[in-house]
């Protein structure tokens, strides 16, 4: 078990542009998380799947954020025409369903 | 509204000595809470949890405390380390196993 992994682990991008960010959960886990993390802040739950469905997302951002889980295994975030407060830190975090959290390294966002 | 919240940004203690880490929460749903620890350019690790039916959970040098009519939770660490200077996070669970997480606590233990 290589735990939860996430791709790129750093991304640079013009405001504007697209960006889409790659989650792979544990393998029995059957539920993924996506949380924000910005400076001196604790992570802010953005949405969740439990297998493909996706379950909560009325805390997305904005409209420009969506995710997909499609074969109930790996998930992707995407971020439409970036803005400068998009910058942040995006975590992807994997669980059975009633258990404890197990988060991945998390990809930092720069936006330009 | 902030519904946990962690007042204090930074903590230090020294080596052997007992780390106290303070959380506080406002929603009466919550039904379990975890402790996290986090260093730079990692994400955060699980360390400890409570459910709301217990005051109390023991897991080695780690403690945490549940104080429900106080809406109060802690975490000691005993005897304290230098490897233990990281970033806690204090996290609590709806029952939709979503967490909502305090602002963090940065612990230094001084050698």
């Known amino acids: 078990d290589t735990g939860v992994s996430q791709n790129p682990r750093h991304k640079i991008t013009k405001r504007g542009q697209n960006v889409t960010f790659r989650c792979d959960p544990i393998s029995e886990h059957n539920r993924l998380y996506w949380y924000r993390q910005t400076l001196g802040q604790g992570p802010e739950f953005l949405t969740y799947?439990?297998?493909?469905?996706?379950?909560?997302k009325s805390r997305l951002l904005s409209d420009r954020f969506s995710a997909e889980r499609p074969k109930g295994s790996f998930s992707t975030l995407e971020i439409q025409r970036t803005e400068q407060g998009d910058s942040a830190m995006y975590l992807c975090?994997?669980?059975?369903?009633?258990?404890?959290?197990?988060f991945g390294p998390g990809t930092r966002l720069t936006v330009t | 509204d902030q519904q946990v919240k962690q007042n204090s940004p930074s903590l230090s203690v020294q080596e052997g000595r007992i780390s106290i880490l303070n959380c506080d929460y406002t929603?009466?749903?919550?039904?379990?809470f975890l402790w996290y620890k986090k260093y730079p350019a990692e994400g955060p690790t699980f360390l400890i949890s409570i459910s709301s039916i217990k005051d109390k959970n023991e897991d080695g040098r780690f403690t945490v405390f549940l104080n429900k009519s106080a809406k109060h939770l802690s975490l000691h660490i005993v005897p304290s380390q230098p490897g233990d200077s990281a970033v806690y996070f204090c996290?609590?669970?709806?029952?939709?196993?979503?967490?909502?997480f305090g602002g963090g606590t940065r612990l230094m233990v001084k050698p």
């Open positions: 929603n009466s749903m919550f039904d379990y």
């Open positions: 799947f439990q297998n493909e469905a996706q379950l909560e």
């Open positions: 996290a609590a669970r709806d029952a939709g196993n979503m967490l909502t």
């Open positions: 975090a994997s669980s059975r369903v009633t258990d404890e959290q197990y």
